[in-house]
């Protein structure tokens, strides 16, 4: 059975997944201005770190190993070492001073036992939205995924060769089926309220649709929505604009706790996210946060259709399971045969 997941982070990663083992996304090895050593903590650009003391702050042995520009200085970088690969993704400090957006990755592979590099100007053949980078590596697809704000970012994509797949403008990108790039949604920083959209790309066709939240919507997110029209209409027009709230309760505050668990072979994944109330709310307005699951299966089709449950109908049917054991024959039968 072959699973994977993909967990929320606000950060960017450079990510190699895909819908394959049960492993947790790996520890990212970011190196930030907190974790470097004294040589790395000097003010940018007159003392950046350099690429080769990145790889020692995080005791990543490269001894024998010929990455490219090792005493160079870089910023906004990142580097990572799995039982497969060692990687660096890095821009070079003095090409940053001169407006040149350039990152550059290399690869080496543990059991080709070759190091493969490659540049993308972030400004060619589209400006891309992000900059700083943080890495992680699993399976064989590469994900960059450039922070913008705390919001927002945009993830790159390039296989095992170092060979552009897709961009998209979100985090958590997962390549589903060699056919599909399944992601969280980038947003807007300083709206008025953050939720969560989760959309396909396809590869081949380069279309991206949103899957979730789809409509029609089902009981309990219907319901959350009527409740919250209900209080956006009883505070009233002038608080609205005075809160610079929105209009519709369609637009209520949630977010994905955990990330998003794939099952290739059943064609399904699952996540769970949290219903808010809103902190903009006056303290009269008595609404409960929602915990809720939802499963969906027939992804790579026409056909795809979910189900949402509360999180504690989930544990009392079938205990208290990480969400990735959801995705089984019995349980998806169990779930989408129960209208």
């Known amino acids: 059975m072959k699973l994977a997941v993909c967990l929320t982070a606000m950060l960017i ?15 990212v090895a970011h190196v930030d201005n907190n974790n470097e050593s004294p040589a790395c903590k000097k003010p940018y ?12 702050v995080r005791e990543i ?23 497969d690969y060692v990687a660096a993704a890095y821009y070079l400090s003095k090409e940053y001073v001169e407006n040149k957006y350039i990152l550059r990755v290399s690869l080496y592979d543990k059991q080709k036992k070759n190091i493969i590099n490659t540049e993308i100007d972030l400004r060619k053949p589209k ?21 913008y704000n705390p919001s ?14 897709a961009d998209v403008y979100g985090y958590d990108a997962q390549v589903f089926k060699e056919k599909m790039i399944i992601y969280e949604k980038s947003q807007v920083h300083w709206a008025s309220t953050h939720y969560v959209e989760i959309a396909v790309l396809d590869l081949k066709t380069k279309k991206d649709v949103i899957i979730y939240p789809m409509k029609p919507y089902q009981k309990i997110r219907q319901e959350y929505i009527n409740l919250n029209n209900y209080f956006i209409n009883k505070l009233g027009a002038d608080w609205v604009r005075k809160a610079d709230y929105v209009s519709s309760g369609e637009l209520f505050d949630n977010g994905l706790r955990d990330g998003i668990y794939c099952n290739e072979e059943l064609n399904a994944f699952v996540f769970l996210t949290v219903f808010e109330r809103s902190n903009r709310y006056p303290p009269e ?19 795809i259709e979910y189900r949402e449950l509360l999180l504690g109908d989930v544990k009392k049917k079938y ?5 990735k054991e959801l995705l089984t024959e019995k349980t998806l039968k169990e779930v989408f045969d129960n209208k």
Do not use: M, W
């Open 61 to 83: 042995n490269i001894e024998g190993l010929a990455f490219k520009d090792l005493e160079e200085g870089t910023t906004s970088s990142s580097v990572f070492e799995n039982n």
């Open 127 to 147: 400006e891309i939205r992000g900059f700083s980078v943080d890495l992680n590596i699993r399976e064989n697809y590469l994900y960059l995924n450039l922070h």
């Open 13 to 27: 990663c450079f990510t190699v997944v895909g819908c394959g083992k049960t492993e947790p996304r790996q520890a």
């Open 319 to 323: 205990g208290d399971v990480p969400l």
């Open 285 to 303: 307005i008595k609404l409960d946060n929602k915990e809720v699951v939802y499963i969906y299966r027939n992804v790579d089709n026409k056909n």
């Open 45 to 56: 650009p007159s003392d950046s770190c350099k690429l080769s003391e990145r790889f020692k």
């Open 152 to 165: 927002a970012g945009t993830t790159i994509i390039l296989n095992s060769e170092l060979k552009y797949i």
